[in-house]
């Protein structure tokens, strides 16, 4: 090898131990919204407890084979030209022991891990189990709460301390549902019905993404799990089922031109607004307002960014199904103050 080929492997060497150690940094930090080893829930923690004395067993037995490695490398190696090894036929009990210790170790790890993934497969049933139906679209979330009449997109709102029974279904390709402090990620799949439980031990807001490439935006098909109080949780719902209220021509004029606009302008074919609209291409937009966030959850919900979005939506969100519907700056003022009013 030249010099320069040297110094470069030297120095693509340094790069990769300073990317592996930034990725093992953030595996641990506790203020990185979705670190796997912060479980937040029972699901995530019965995981915590496989994996983590799983990692120890595995990195036991990669320190001890990697010393054995480098030791006999060190110790037998050729010292002079003409020195040739003993030479020996097997040794019966050595090899012994290599078949039968790490057949126990997998064992005893298996059985473990076999049943861990039995316990989390198990589908919850009950009074106490809320069911939420998980849609995964080319890039969003949908969520419907069966029997309440509620859906909704890319935040999820379940109650705290109450085992959520989810089903997970695709619309279009694979996906995979990954809310990472509150469970493991199980992928959804088309023409399939997947369950999966989560639950969280507290109120707050649990960020998740989609865990399995389905396409250009498959980075932008973030998701966000709402942990709240019973009360609260209730209080969501009940608002979530009712329909939208038009705008009043009258004292609201602007909004009410963009409700007339959402329906000339094709939004209405796409989009749900109960009571308004009964699109069911892209996100339900009858309780819009009560979302932080928009567009698979890639951008804050503000007007700022609502006006970028109709804008051009392929250009903020690359792939993204719903098309630059070539809108005036007047016609985007007028939706956006019809959006205002979705609450
Ligand atoms: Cu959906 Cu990746």
Avoid at 17 to 37: H, K, R, Y
Avoid at 125 to 136: C, F, H, I, K, Q
Avoid at 256 to 275: N, P, Q
């Amino acid at each position: 090898m030249s010099d320069a080929g040297r110094w470069t492997s030297g120095r693509r060497r340094l790069v990769l131990v300073a990317a592996a150690g930034m990725l093992l940094a953030a595996c641990g930090d506790e203020e990185l919204p979705q670190n796997t080893f912060d479980p937040q829930g029972p699901v995530s923690r019965q995981l915590d407890d496989l994996i983590k004395p799983v990692g120890i067993i595995a990195g036991v037995v990669f320190v001890l084979v990697m010393t054995l490695v480098i030791y006999s490398a060190v110790r037998f190696r050729r010292r002079s030209e003409d020195e040739a090894p003993v030479q020996v036929h097997g040794n019966a009990k050595a090899e012994l022991a290599w078949t039968v210790a790490p057949a126990v170790v997998l064992a005893v790890v298996g059985v473990f891990t076999v049943g861990t993934v039995f316990e989390i497969n198990e589908v919850p049933a009950g009074p106490d189990v809320l069911e939420v139906t998980v849609t995964g679209h080319q890039w969003w979330w949908e969520y419907e709460y069966p029997g309440a009449g509620v859906t909704t997109a890319n935040e999820m709102h379940i109650p705290v301390g109450r085992k959520v029974a989810v089903k997970l279904l695709s619309d279009d390709v694979v996906h995979s549902f990954w809310p990472p402090k509150l469970a493991g990620k199980v992928d959804v799949i088309p023409n399939r019905v997947n369950n999966m439980v989560i639950e969280a031990e507290k109120p707050g807001i649990y960020y998740g993404q989609c865990a399995e490439f389905c396409g250009l935006s498959h980075a932008n098909m973030k998701l966000r799990v709402v942990a709240q109080s019973q009360a609260d949780f209730d209080a969501w719902l009940a608002s979530n089922a009712r329909p939208a209220r038009l705008p009043d021509a009258e004292l609201d004029p602007e909004a009410a031109a963009g409700a007339a606009l959402f329906r000339a302008r094709g939004c209405a074919s796409c989009h749900t607004v109960k009571g308004y609209a009964a699109g069911t291409v892209g996100p339900d937009l009858t309780h819009l307002q009560q979302r932080e966030t928009f567009a698979g959850s890639m951008f804050d919900l503000d007007e700022k960014n609502l006006r970028r979005w109709l804008r051009d939506p392929p250009a903020e969100k690359p792939g993204s199904l719903m098309p630059d519907l070539d809108l005036s700056e007047d016609d985007i003022s007028s939706l956006i103050a019809y959006l205002d009013t979705l609450e």
